[in-house]
Every structure is written in C-alpha cells, then in structure tokens.
C-alpha cells in the first residue's frame, strides 16, 4: 500500500463523515436550536467559566485531547498490520469518538457546564455519579503522574555512570526544556494581549506564531539549564499546581492556541513527507498480521487489544472529561460544538494515519539500518517522519526531528495542565448534591472540599508522588479504564438524551461495544496478573493490577445495570 493513497483516501473518508454524519447528528439532538446563552456566559467568573473565540477553544480541545495517544496508540498496535488499525481508526473515529466527544460536550453544555459526573447524577442516579467520579479522579491521577513523567524525563539531563553530566546526550532535552519554557513565557504575554489590551486576534496571532519561531531559535541554539528528571518532576507538579487555579485567559486558553500552531505545524511537514516521500509499507509493515500475535511478550489478541491500544486516534474516555470539563465552560456559542468536539476528534484521527505512514517507514528503515534503529513511540513518529523528508530535502533531519520531539512534548504538557483541572472539577463535583454548583456551598467541611487551592494540592502531591513511585506498575490497566471511561460516557449522554426525548441509538451501538471491550480486557489482564502472582517473585504490581481490574469490572457492571434501568425508565433517580 502506498502511504498516500491511504492518506488521500482516509482524509476523503473523515471529511464525508464529518458533514454527513456530523450535519446529521446535530440534527438529531437539535444542536444550536436553544435560545439559552452558553455556561461560558451565563456563569461566566473569569477563572473557569471564560467564553473563546472559536479558533482559541479548538487550539485547546485539540491540544488537551490528543497528547500522545494518537502516536503511541498505532504504534503499539501496528503489530496487527496497518489495516485493522486503519479500519479501527475511521470507523472508530466516525461513529464511536466522534459521537462520544461531540456529545459529552453537548450534553455539559446543558447541565451547566458541568461533568458527566453531573450529567449521570441528574439522569441516573447520585450512587452512579460517586462511583464514576472516584473512578475517574483515580484515572487522571494516574494521567497525571504518568504524563508529569513523560515530561520530566523529556526534559531531564543524561548522566554517564560515574555520575557525570553527558553534555552531548543532554543538548536535546534541555533544548526542549529551554523552548517550552520560553512558550509558557509567551502564552501569558499573548493572554494579556489579546484578554487586557484588546489586541486584534489576528495582530495577536501573526506575533505569536513569530515568537515561537524565535524561542525555538534560541532553545536550539543556548539551553544553560541542566536539570535532573526527578528535580524537573517537582517542577512540573509546581507548573501544574499554580496553572489549574489561575484564570484559563492567562494561561490555559492562550497557551494551547499556540501550542496548537506547534501541532498544526507538525501536521503539515508530517503531511508533506507522505506526499512527497509517499513509502510504500512492504513486508516489514504488512496489511494483516493475524489475530493473535506474539509481540515478544506474549500472545497478544487482535481483541480487545486492537480497541484499548488505539484510543485516542478513535476514541478515548478522556476525551469526555475534556468535553465536559474545560471545553464546556469556554464555548462561546452553541454552534461552536460540532467543529470542536466532533471535527477535533477526526483531526486527531489524521494525526494516527499520518503516525501510520511513519511506521511504514520506520519499519524499513530499521530493517536497513539495523544499527541505527528507530526505538520507541517518539523515534518511530519523529525519526520515521524526518528520515522521510531527509530523503527528499537532505539535510532537514536533525531540525525537524527537534521540531517533532518539541511537539510531542507540547502535547504532553499541555495533556497534564489540562487533566490536574480537570482532577480538581471532578474532587470538587464529588462533594455537590443534586443541583448544586461549588458557589451554593459557603459553609461546613464541604467548604473545604470544594475549595479548588485543596483539590488542586491533593491531586498534584498524590499525582507526582505516584509518578516518582513506580506508575508504570499499575500503568496497564490505563488502557482498559480509559476505555470503560468511554463506554460510562456514551452511556451518561444516551441516558440523558432518552430522558428528554431525543434520539440516542446511535450511541447504544458503540456503548456496548466499549463496554464488552473493557471487561474482555480487564478479565485478561486479570488472568494474566495472577499467573505473575502464580509463577512467585511478584512484587505489588501484580496485586494492584488484579484489585483494580475486579473492582472497575464491578463498576462496570454496576453502572451499566443503573443505565439500562434508565433508559428502560425503571430508575429511581435519587437512589
């Protein structure tokens, strides 16, 4: 298969899916069809609640959503061939994360901006609400720590093993750290451009886009800063502390449009290396590889794995809390939300094609030059893309591979900024009755809970304390949760839409999948754990994984039961 035509013939397919199907869903639930101001407006408190301009909030939905997923994703499934992974993303991405995303954001919109914590407290019942949000707090915890150490480790310096500092393997990830940042610098100064002096959008823009170019020079070229990954490590959980409590007009918001010029931009020159390298996958990368594949470690099943690997190229639970979370509180006009929510997830999905053909590519690569292989999610994405455009403009590699590792990182960075607020909201949500928002609490112990200084505190030491502990121990069970987060979504917002009388099948479908999904994997990951714990020498890895995975099995069913119970309207709402 020549990687053009796949991407010619994917991005054909995505934009078809985007105006029919999208046009139709809107349709269906009556999308811009409420007189009502958005939450953005309507509870606007300049902190949370901030309406953006349509281009700024997608820079942010785009920028939060995707983090590493849609390139770590294909990569630990590309095992099973570039087809599976192909069909899984666009029809996944389509009519599954597209759908998830789009109404997850809907539905917030309509319950005031809130989580689909609230929108399950006020269609299910307030039990399912508790048991989703301890679920889902849990899960960004461990998104926190695990993306705090992706960061830190990016950025942090190479030592030898007498203790030395390696100055030439430590160039790269203080260059990055130079350059990112230099970017937050910019973003506050954007912020208060554009939010306190009224500076025109586009004049705003022109100087932003100049800025990065100019703090990418000077990170490349002087990064005096050599810092070790656990001193980086309580840096970030400082960043992430101060920057989900200050006003997302400061920060958040100008930040991640910028960030998304970076994404964009990683895009293009990944879009242009296919076009005019155009690789052909060969036997290294064949079309199918089989249904049970043994990857080194194991037998692994085409499913569930297939479906818990590739997520964020096709859907993702995350993305509901984003959704719900932060998007919700910032969209400016009901109208906003299909461009956002559902085109920003099949943009993401063209980001896993393109990750696609830079396996492709990589695989031969590595196949050629053995000594010199491509290892790991950022080499094969960066190194397959670079090597691809060297080819036809030697020379570039060394530039654009620094361009490409400096986005990923901006990805993450701007995943774990995003998924500590959303921690808070949900802390603070769990403590709400029915109806209540954190303003109607002025009193009691509650008062401390709903603080967002203490949820924020709480979620940053517990995140960065499991990040410098061992978080890869109970890290395989991320992909089951974050998928039965997607299945619980789905499930929230049919629940919702049957309550007030609109069409919801087209999420039964995908809803039921997900869920069989994550119990199929859970049940495995289980099985497999315990024959570790068998075998003996295990250590709490094991043992974690195993409690985890029978209680998110537990919730699984528990929920679900409360949401057939409702969509057959037998609930008793304030169970």
Known sequence: MNSLVLLIVCIAVLVAGYIFYGGWLCKQWGVG???EETPAHSMEDGVDYVPAKAPVLMGHHFSSIAGAGPITGPIGAA??????VTLWILAGGIFFGGVHDFGALFASLRHKGQSI????SANMSRRAKRLFIIFSYLTLILVVAAF????????GAVYDESGALDLAKSATPASVAMISVLFIAIAIVFGILVYRRNAPMSVASVIGVLAIVLIMAVGMNWHPIYLSTKTWMWIVGIYIAVASVTPVWILLQPRDYLSSFLLYAMLAVAAFGVIFAHPTFDSTFPAFSGFAVDNGN???YLFPVLFTTVACGAISGFHSLVSSGTTSKQLDREGDAKPIAYGGMLLECVLAVLTLCAIGYAYKWNAANPDHALVGATAIFG???????????PGSYNILNSLLVLTYSAFCLTSLDTATRLARFMFQEFWLEPGQTVKDVDSGWKKLMVNPYFATALTVVLGILLGMTGYSKIWGLFGAANQLLAGIGLLAVATWLGNIGRNNKMFLAPMAFMIVVTICSLVLTVKNQLGMIRAGGADWGPYAQVILGILLIVLAVVLV???VQTLAGKNAKNA
Do not use: C, N, R, Y
């Not at 095992?79 to 599976?84: E, N, Q, R, S």
């Not at 190194?383 to 403009?393: N, Y």
């Open 298 to 300: 194991g037998i692994q």
């Open 33 to 35: 069809e409420s007189k």
């Open 383 to 393: 190194g397959g893309i670079a090597h691809m455009i060297d080819d036809v403009i």
């Open 79 to 84: 095992m099973f061939g570039w087809l599976p």
């Open 148 to 155: 705090a150490s992706i960061v830190a480790s990016t950025f």
């Open 117 to 120: 914590g609230e929108v399950i």
């Open 561 to 563: 039961i409360e949401g």
